[in-house]
């Protein structure tokens, strides 16, 4: 079922009397025609045209409006609607656009939520159908099946959509071996100005009159401006600057007629200003059975270039170039970090010694079988001449690699300081043996102004990606950036190439079109855009008709504009010159990495890897919606818009669009480690709602369920100290409703039970830390969390009689009775006064543990504990001894982390054994983790210890959130939503699905498999998503289990009592 869209409660009220009064009633008027034509959402509320105002460069241009056609068939009857009445038409796919093409002042179709089918798969003839909204990692799920794949792998490849690839004329690393969009589509259905709905292709003009205007008109402009176009095109393997007239003149050479011409490298990167692409036919190729990665390490950029051709005789799939400044950045992401690991190191003998390179090539083969990869690899090898090289041949290695490499430009946004890499010239084009020329006339011109640049490479085909590091606020810089654009694309054309290989011109290169192609060119293009657009509306300013070259800085996301009243003054004026407008307020979090709360706030680059449908968790809501408002870019641009003041109403911390839209995020933390700029959106929600409190803006039902939630501990202590009485009054009905009512529970939903205190089960609290005359045995702190100290105590117990067969001696602090509490409930809810109350006396109640040598570790049961104490602790301003905190995180663990860690350690060799004796079996276990889990230190810190005492019977799920995230699956309003993304399913089975179906999966194929999760929140999901048919324990539980079996088994029935 789909979701609703949630309210808006100020977008289409009427406008104030302004002179911009009767625009707003314009559109309107535009927005109710349009709800008359389409049956998918028309969405012109001011919140969502502001989401929908930014792409992955560094523009913002609010639209007129937002339509999400229900299918092709809506989309075309938006676009005879919209052109008939002169209306600005914006197609728009993922919107990861760097160049600026997916914003404008138009009314935006985009076709990514519904428009995704993928049919008429053709084995035989390799060649597949699908849909503009569809993505490529979409379609490979879909063909993979088959021994399929569609080629073109931009870095986007998981949220880019086929329409955008079509657009764009999408390549990626791989085109010297297998070609660019334009190379892989066989035709396009297409909707033109006007709503005619043309099909193009080899022969389209035999088939259709429409297309053979076209293919006759663009015919006679090809061959009336053919020296010019012989003259000023480049030959190099990858150009995408203006129209492809040189593909239509190599037709026309070859004796192509106007009958049979194609058009398909014609509209393959038009922007979207000629057709807006329904769908396509693309080109399959058989799946490679070899792959290799060499992976080769340099001194500097300069270095790895010179070696590129002599590379290339090796006949690889790609050659990828990074430099020091994207391997730093990967150093700073919580994902990519390790896979930094992976680089060989200069001057070093062996694993881990040496230096850090300062540039990385990948040269990457694929071929038929793994022998000629082999034979290829040793070639490279010897090329490499001894020099520091790693070979890589297992897929998890290789798509580990390439993860760092795809994530290079997002990954430099997450660089501190004010001057960041900025998309502007980053996609120059030039014969591969003139790299080395570019490269180092490039760094003259970046030096000359005072700065310095990132640089990595599609250097097989000679497209180098360069970031100059620059502050669009700061005058000086923004004069920079212009002089460095106009002087990059004179330098791109004196080396025999284009400034656009890949990214497009959109606008930030429009505007210097003329300076490459000369008067008649543009003239030409102006033709062609005639033919197929004669009133100018499919997303005008775009190669046509650009601005002069200091349009290059108008509209971007520098400061806010100088209203919101109207839709002239908001979006056409744009961000003007200066500071962003920060919030004068104090923080709750310091967002230390980030230099503070504006800078945490615009750390979103636009670059959509939270619309990825697979792998991972980011992001659970989008993926159950496909709204780009509940995406972490949806999030993210919201919470930017409002922390500078762009909002309606002028209270920045109390927009109801807002917090609607802050309403669906799960607080899952997979942004704070999935997304490339290390945006963690939960953290920003936490103090946005934070500053609403603090500001009075937060009263009745809301505040009070908040502060509930925020108080379970000392909810649940007493329905612990109780946990008959209260049970049964939980279970009764009238009670039940009341709770329902005050707590906004759904009915659905069945709730925790109350158990005896842990504190009164695990009764040892310590004496000054480790007290106990004569008890040597090394201890270890176990933290009552507030599901295991009153919920679950029979998993605190668990865990106690688990470490003590370890040989440890357990402590329980108690912390003046109330046993400590990490915050995470305050925190979710934006309680951070009160959180930062409870941070202050639970460190302090944990000190003596804390800084006794005799403790080993203080460890959790719950991951979203933990993960309060490692993380959220260290940014909040708590007032608590920083030093404190900063051990204590170093000395915190997951149980069977810690007990995994220290394996040949342990006190006890005796529990080792019987740990190992009582693990085996014959079963699966199956093991979903937590998100927090996932996102701060991996699935792996719960997996490894299964693995080391039961073998290859565990596997680790490779599922997304379960949907339960605390607190929100409770909710009357977003149960649904919890259980649809519970029952996601990964695209063509990959991985990052719900955890439901994995589940059943299991349990199909041997119904005697044993599930465990490591949250509380997911195991309640499971077994609320199964009708309590499966009950996951937490993997403490089945290894304490494991343990007493083995002593059993030791000593003898008498032990099994003990079993818990």
């Known amino acids: 079922m789909n979701l609703p869209v949630l309210p808006s409660t100020h977008g289409h009220a009427s406008q104030p009397a302004t002179p911009t009064s009767r625009v707003g009633a314009r559109v309107e008027e535009l927005a109710e025609g349009l709800r008359g034509q389409v049956r998918g959402q028309v969405r012109f509320g001011t919140h969502d045209r502001m989401l929908w105002s930014t792409d992955a460069s560094m523009y913002q241009v609010t639209p007129l ?339 760092l490499r795809k994530a290079g430009e997002p990954l430099l946004h997450g660089l501190p300081g004010s001057r960041k890499p900025v998309s502007f010239v980053e996609d120059n084009a030039v014969p591969v043996e003139n790299l080395a020329r570019f490269v180092r006339e490039f760094r003259r011109i970046v030096e000359r102004e005072g700065t310095r640049a990132a640089f990595w490479a599609h250097a097989s085909v000679g497209v180098l990606h360069v970031r100059p590091m620059l502050d669009p606020k700061d005058a000086g810089d923004r004069a920079r950036l212009l002089r460095i654009a106009v002087e990059a694309a004179d330098l791109a054309r004196r080396c025999g190439g284009v400034m656009s290989g890949e990214h497009g011109d959109g606008r930030v290169r429009g505007p210097l079109l003329e300076r490459h192609f000369g008067a008649e060119l543009m003239g030409a293009f102006a033709a062609v855009k005639g033919l197929f657009d004669p009133a100018g509306v499919l997303n005008p300013g775009n190669i046509v008709a650009p601005g002069p070259v200091g349009s290059i800085l108008e509209r971007t996301r520098v400061r806010p504009g100088a209203g919101l009243g109207g839709p002239e003054t908001e979006p056409s004026a744009g961000p003007a010159l200066g500071e962003p407008d920060a919030p004068a307020v104090e923080t709750y979090f310091a967002f230390a990495d980030q230099g503070g709360l504006l800078h945490a706030a615009e750390m979103c680059n636009g670059a959509g890897v939270c619309r990825k449908q697979s792998g991972g968790t980011m992001c659970p809501s989008y993926r159950a919606t496909l709204d780009e408002r509940h995406s972490t870019r949806g999030r993210g641009n919201a919470l930017r818009l409002a922390v500078t003041g762009q909002v309606p109403g002028g209270d920045r911390f109390d927009d109801p669009e807002t917090v609607a839209t802050l309403g669906l995020c799960l607080s899952c933390k997979a942004c704070k480690s999935e997304c490339p700029s290390n945006v963690d959106v939960s953290r920003l929600k936490a103090e946005y709602t934070a500053q609403r409190f603090k500001g009075g803006r937060v009263g009745g039902l809301e505040r009070l369920r908040a502060w509930l939630i925020g108080r379970v501990r000392a909810l649940n202590r007493a329905g612990s100290a109780a946990a008959p009485v209260a049970n049964a009054a939980a279970r009764w009905g009238p009670t039940r409703a009341l709770i329902n009512t005050v707590m906004g529970i ?175 079996g014959e079963h699966t276990i199956v093991l979903h983790a937590h998100c927090h889990q996932k996102a701060l230190w991996g699935a792996e810190s719960s997996g490894r210890l299964l693995r080391r005492v039961a073998g290859a019977r565990v596997r680790v799920l490779a599922s997304g959130c379960c949907g339960m995230a605390g607190s929100f699956g409770y909710s009357r309003d977003r149960y649904e939503l919890s259980m649809r993304i519970a029952e996601l399913t990964g695209e063509g089975g990959q991985p990052g699905g719900g955890v439901l179906p994995m589940v059943r999966a299991a349990r199909e194929s041997d119904p005697g498999a044993e599930v465990l999760a490591t949250g509380t929140s997911c195991r309640h999901q499971i077994k609320d998503g199964t009708a309590g048919v499966v009950l996951a324990e937490h993997p403490v539980v089945w290894l304490a289990r494991a343990y007493w079996r083995g002593a059993a088994a030791a000593s003898g029935p008498a032990t099994a009592a003990s079993i818990p």
């Not at 609607?81 to 935006?108: D, E, F, H, K, Y």
């Not at 503009?132 to 880019?160: H, M």
């Not at 990167?269 to 290799?292: C, D, F, I």
């Not at 051990?887 to 394996?903: H, N, P, Q, T, Y």
């Open 65 to 403: 409006g937002v339509v999400v056609p229900q299918d092709t068939e809506d989309t075309a009857r938006a676009v005879e609607w919209l052109s008939v009445r002169g209306v600005p038409i914006l197609p728009r796919g993922g919107g990861t656009s760097l160049a600026g093409q997916c914003t404008g002042r138009a009314v935006v179709i985009d076709q990514s939520a519904h428009c995704r089918r993928v049919w008429g798969l053709d084995a035989a003839g390799l060649t597949v159908r699908a849909e503009a909204g569809a993505t490529p990692d979409q379609v490979n799920a879909a063909v993979a099946g088959a021994g399929l794949f569609f080629a073109p792998d931009p870095a986007t490849v998981a949220q880019a959509t086929i329409g955008g690839c079509v657009g764009n004329n999408a390549a990626g690393s791989r085109s010297i071996k297998y070609g660019r969009t334009s190379e892989n589509v066989l035709g396009i259905d297409a909707v033109l100005a006007g709503g005619a709905r043309v099909s193009f292709g080899p022969g389209a003009g035999r088939r259709s009159a429409a297309a053979l205007k076209l293919a006759d008109g663009v015919s006679r402009i090809a061959r009336a401006h053919a020296a010019q176009i012989r003259a000023r095109f480049p030959r190099t393997p990858r150009r995408n600057a203006g129209y492809a007239l040189d593909a239509v003149l190599d037709q026309l050479e070859r004796g192509v007629s106007a009958q049979d011409l194609d058009l398909v490298p014609l509209l393959c990167g038009s922007e979207g200003t000629l057709a807006v692409t329904l769908g396509a036919l693309l080109r399959l190729r058989p799946l490679p059975r070899g792959r290799g990665l060499g992976l080769l390490s340099y001194q500097g950029v300069e270095g790895a270039i010179a070696a590129v051709p002599a590379l290339l005789a090796t006949g690889p799939s790609a050659v990828e170039l990074i430099d020091e400044v994207v391997i730093e950045a990967a150093r700073g992401n919580i994902e990519c970090a390790p896979y930094v690991e992976a680089f060989p190191r200069l001057g070093g003998a062996g694993d881990g010694a040496g230096r850090q390179p300062g540039a990385v090539l990948y040269v990457e083969y694929q071929e038929a079988s793994q022998d000629e990869v082999n034979a290829r690899l040793s070639r490279l090898r010897v090329l490499a001449g001894g020099g520091p090289v790693r070979v890589v041949t297992d897929a998890a290695g290789m798509a580990d690699a390439w993860k």
């Open 746 to 920: 759904d009915p659905r939903r069945s709730l925790p039970g109350f158990s005896p205190s842990l504190f009164a089960l695990v009764r040892d609290r310590g004496v000054d830390g480790v007290g106990g005359v004569g008890d040597a045995r090394p201890a270890v702190a176990l933290f009552g969390d507030c599901f295991t100290a009153y919920n679950e105590s029979g998993l605190g117990v668990a865990a106690a009689r688990l470490l003590e067969g370890l040989g440890y001696r357990v402590i329980l602090p108690a912390g003046g009775g109330w046993g400590g509490c990490c915050g995470r409930s305050m925190i979710s809810v934006g309680m951070l006064a009160e959180a930062c109350r409870e941070v202050r006396r639970t460190a302090e109640s944990l000190r003596a543990v804390v800084d006794d040598p005799r403790v080993r570790g203080v460890l959790f049961l719950e991951p979203s504990c933990l993960s309060a104490v490692r993380d959220d602790w260290l940014d909040l301003r708590s007032g608590a001894d920083g030093g404190l905190l900063q051990r204590l995180a170093g000395k915190s663990w997951l149980v069977e982390d810690f007990i995994d860690r220290a394996w040949d350690e342990h006190p006890s060799a005796g529990g080792r054994e019987r740990l190992e004796r009582g693990a085996a």
